[in-house]
């Protein structure tokens, strides 16, 4: 009676069926060939940078270049001779966290 035939890298643990066993740096290396990288928000890896999809870095500056603009997307509004410029301005610092206990 023949042997039977071995599949290709079945003398190898199932890293499946087999809890302890982890997969080698090249197979996890393999495995993120295709990784959907930066293409939505989604994304399971994002490298750094200031795209949508991207990942911020630590050192970011909100300076337009490593990220947005800090206050980007608030509008200022009012005459500057008077107060209701002012009033626009703390209205913008509210939206990002800042306490207003100024009275009128």
Not at 35 to 54: F, I, K
Not at 59 to 65: A, I
Not at 71 to 86: D, M, P, Q
């Amino acid at each position: 009676m023949a042997k039977p035939v071995k599949a290709y890298g079945s003398d190898k643990p199932d890293p499946v069926q087999d809890k302890n066993q982890k997969p080698s740096a090249q197979t996890v290396s393999d495995f993120h060939t295709n990784s959907d990288v930066d293409t939505r928000p989604e994304s399971l890896h994002h490298t750094l940078g200031p795209g949508p999809a991207q990942a911020a870095p630590g050192n970011h500056q909100h300076d337009g270049g490593d990220s947005e603009l800090l206050l980007t997307g608030f509008t200022i509004t009012g005459s500057r001779g008077g107060n209701v410029a002012l009033v626009s301005i703390i209205a913008a610092l509210v939206r990002l966290g800042v306490t207003d206990n100024t009275t009128a």
